[in-house]
Structure formats: C-alpha cells, structure tokens
C-alpha cells in the first residue's frame, strides 16, 4: 500500500479549475518531485493534499486512510508537514521558537530541537535571533526543520530553491539524504528540472492542471520534458 | 508638592484603566476583532459581582477567581461559536455583529435590571487609607493597582513564555501557516478571547467596586478602553498599562484644574496621541 494515494484530484479555485483528475502514488522513504511551469497547479495540488484546499471531487489516501476534505490542522497531526513556498516564518517568533512550533502536531519521532540543530548547525548559533534577521538559505533552513519537528511520515516541500543562490541550493539538497534516512517520504515542488531528475525517483510534469508526463528521473529525455513542460 | 498625591491618585486609578483595555488590545492584536460588545462585558461582570456578592455575602476581591473564570468560558464560547463564522470576510461582519451584541445585551440588562444606580460593596474596604509619607493613600485604589499590575504581569508571562504564547504568537503572525503545524487556529483564538474577556471581568467588578455603573455604562466604559488602545499602541502588551498610567494622571489632573472637565483631559489627550504619535507610545509598526 502506498503512504500517499491521489486519485482523480480535481481542484478550483473559485470557479477556476486548477487541477484536473490528478492521479499518482508516493510510496514510504519515497522521493517523488512535481515540475512544471508557473501556474500549471503544482502549489494547488500540494495545498490540496495539505488540507489547505478542499478538493471538489477525487480521493487523498494517506496511510490507509481517506483524508480528502479532512481540516489541514488534522492531516499535520496525521503525519503530513509541509514547507510552504515563500518559507511562511513567523516574524515575532526567534529561530528557535519558530523550530518549536513544528511540535505542534503532537507527534514523537527522532526529530528533536538537537536533531535539527545537528543537521543545519547555523541555526543554533542564531536560534535566539527573530526568523526573519537570517538570510534567505538558513530561513529555508528554519522552514525545513520546523516541518521536521513535528515527525511527518510525508515532508511536502514547495519550491525550496525559490529565490536562492545554486550554492545555497546545493547545500539545502544536501541535507534530504539524512532527512530520507529517517525514513520519511518527500514530495517536492521544484521549477530547476535538473535538480528535480537528480533527488526524486519518479518526476512529474504539470501542465494546465494536468500530468503531461511521468517517469523515473533517468529514463526522462529533455525533449520530452521540454514537450510537457511547455505543451505545443 | 501639593500635586503628588493627585499624581499617585493617578497612577492608582490608571493601573485600572488599563485593565480595562487590555482584554480590547489583546484580542485585537491577535485576531483583528475589534469587539465592540468590550462594555457590556465590563458591565456585565460587574452585575455578576453584585449578585454574588449579594447572595453569598463574600467580598468581591475573593469572587474575581470565579467571575474571571465564568467569563473565559463565555469568551470561548463566543468565539468559536459565533464570531469565528465571520472570519476572513472583512474587517465588517465582526464589528456589525459585536456592535449587535452591544445593543442586545445593554437593553436585555436595562430590561432585567432597571436603570437604578449600582456600587458593588465591599464594606469598609473603601474607606480605610495607609498613611506614608504624610501622604494618605487608599488601601482599595492599592488592591486595583496591585491585582490590575498582576493581571498584565500574568499575562505577558503567558504570552511570552510558555508553548500556548507561542502558538498565539505565530496564530498572530499567520493564522493559515500554523495550521500546516498541526494548529487548530479557531480553538486557539477561542481560548484568547477567552483570556481578553476574564481579564474584562476582572477590571469590571473592580471598577464596579470604586464607582457606581447601570445597566447602560458600557458605552462609556467601551470608549475609555479604546482611549487606551490607542494611545498604549499594539505591539506590546505593556502600552495598555503605560497608557492607562497616562490617562489616570492626564484626568485626576484635568478635574483638579477644571472640576468639571470629566473625561475632557483623557479626551484630549487621545486626540494628541492619534494627532502625533498613531503608533502610540509603545507601539512598534508592525506590517
């Protein structure tokens, strides 16, 4: 049985429809990347998974169980922690209170206030600054190890390299060996195609709300992506 | 020297003062409500204080743990049964239906209660005064200034540093946001308002201890607590105490030189406040 089910996900956003009878399968300790253009409804699908969105029509399984139209503080309890685009940190809160918010969820794992200070050490030399003060690569930082605190069996991460130096890419990206490690799926928004082949097992391409292709990194040629992710 | 006393005076009765806005600022710092029913809770609990006070015979001092309690349960209550209804669709729905609320619950206690003149007695505790300094101060304005202190103390401790603060601060910062954490945001903001209203209650009854109120002071009570919204500012939970400070001095000062004045000091510097400094004077510019 696969750890996240999407089955036939149809989304709108008022009368705008942005996904269409989407269909795929994340499996456990999985990597599994969406691309495609702006606008094709990658951040649609990840709110809708996240609760954030209710889906008209269509099934979300998650571990077993039906979560479409569950309320999103439910479906983080479940075990889905997202890192939304654009990070979503707290100003009023410091680093290390925005870290602790990821416990809200009321779920016990392996990922600690220490775990996640071992795995980006930058942030316990700033935990006690505001979230906001550090810059964009440690913030991402902050967001990643938010949603880990709260013990997901599914980390969603929606353009992580958003408005980031490649370094600084590189150096995030680093860090989703150790996280898989722990034994949780990813299911990644991702605009840099290359990135997306290298980490994710199986990619797919969104086009107008639609898979427009889907395949393991490796057997995916670059016409073929080129096709899907532009259409024509 | 003969104007420290009316200084201290000032600064016993503003302790208070800022009490009564607290609850105001609280819950619109978090959730962007003014609630425009902030009077009649005042005077309600105040009624409350009377009754229990009357049919117990307890001084009122010892019913504010009850009362305070009584209170938090009708802010959840509210909250999350009514004005959570209404979020996300503007800035009106919450003012028109607290608005409603006001006239409803003024004339439902004009209705019960008659407009008779009310003082909630705390028997000679009004009347006894310490004497230092060859000043003499009441041990009552003491007691306010003491509890109303205590209540902001409290409650920055509980905002600033325990987890529930947290979540009311990231739930201020970003009520979609929190919910990917597993945050219920409506039960969180049941639970401020909750908080705002015992706070509410407690200021009530000690104002209903010190001056008399009918069923149709909220109005008036609503206006002071704005007063001290604004000129506190938001961004810290002390302005409403800094700026209660400010109107106490600003008005036993203003009837000292105009005996007749009321609440014209207090008026007016409110409008210096929005005039000069519309952040207020603790406020920091918060996007």
Avoid at chain 1, 106 to 131: K, S
Avoid at chain 1, 179 to 193: N, T
Avoid at chain 2, 41 to 68: E, R
Avoid at chain 2, 134 to 141: A, C, E
Wanted: aromatic share 8%; proline share 4%; hydrophobic share 50%.
């Amino acid at each position: 049985m696969p750890l996240l089910e999407v089955d036939g996900l149809n989304a709108f956003y008022g009368d705008l429809q942005a996904l269409h009878e989407i269909s795929f399968t994340v499996d456990e300790g999985e990597v599994i990347a969406i691309i495609g253009a702006n606008g094709a409804g990658k951040t649609t699908l990840m709110r809708s998974i996240a609760g954030l969105i209710r889906s008209r029509a269509g099934r979300v399984m998650f571990g077993g169980a039906d979560i479409t139209g569950l309320r999103a503080d439910r479906v983080a309890r479940l075990g889905i922690a997202s890192v939304p685009e654009g990070r979503c940190l707290y100003p009023s809160l410091t680093v290390e209170e925005n870290l602790a918010m990821g416990t809200a969820a009321r779920r016990d794992g392996p990922w600690t206030l220490p775990a996640v200070y071992d795995l980006f050490p930058i942030l316990r030399e700033f935990r006690r600054r505001p979230a906001t003060a550090l810059s964009g690569g440690q913030q991402q930082m902050v967001a990643i190890g938010r949603a880990l605190m709260g013990n997901p069996r599914l980390l969603l991460c929606d353009e992580l390299s958003l408005g980031l130096a490649p370094k600084i890419v590189g150096e995030i990206y680093a860090c989703f060996d150790r996280i898989r490690q722990s034994g949780l799926a990813i299911l990644l928004v991702e605009q840099d195609v290359t990135r997306a082949l290298q980490v994710a097992s199986t990619v797919h391409c969104f086009l107008k709300g639609r898979i427009s292709l889907s395949g393991a990194g490796s057997t995916l040629g670059i016409d073929a992506i080129s096709h899907a992710y532009f259409g024509g | 020297m003969d104007w420290v006393p009316t200084i201290i005076n000032g600064l016993l009765i503003g302790g208070l003062y800022g009490l009564l806005g607290l609850g105001l600022a609280l819950v619109f710092g978090i959730m962007r409500i003014a609630n425009l029913a902030h009077g009649e809770v005042i005077v309600m609990s105040a009624f409350l204080g009377l009754f229990l006070n009357q049919w117990l015979g307890i001084n009122p001092l010892l019913l504010l743990p009850v009362i305070a309690l009584v209170f938090f349960g009708i802010g959840y209550a509210l909250q999350v049964g009514l004005l959570n209804r209404l979020l996300g669709k503007g800035p009106l729905p919450p003012l028109l239906v607290t608005f409603g609320l006001s006239t409803m619950l003024r004339n439902l206690m004009g209705q019960g209660f008659g407009a008779d003149i009310h003082r909630i007695d705390s028997g000679s505790l009004p009347f006894i005064s310490l004497h230092v300094a060859g000043f003499s101060i009441g041990v009552l304005p003491l007691i306010t200034l003491a509890i109303s202190t205590a209540c902001f103390v409290a409650l920055a401790l509980v905002i600033g540093r325990t987890g529930f603060g947290r979540i009311v601060r990231a739930t201020a910062d970003d009520f979609h946001v929190v919910q990917m954490q597993g945050v219920n945001y409506r039960h969180i903001y049941g639970l401020v308002m909750g908080l705002a209203l015992a706070l509410t209650a407690v200021a009530g009854v000690l104002l209903g201890m010190r001056s008399t109120f009918t069923p149709y002071s909220g109005v008036e009570h609503l206006l002071l607590a704005f007063e001290v919204v604004v000129i506190g500012g938001l961004g810290s939970l002390w302005g409403p105490l800094i700026a209660g400070f400010a109107i106490g001095v600003v008005h036993l000062v203003g009837l000292r030189l105009d005996p007749s004045s009321g609440l014209l000091y207090p008026d007016l510097l409110f409008f210096l406040v929005l005039l000069i400094r519309p952040q207020g004077l603790a406020g920091l510019r918060r996007a």
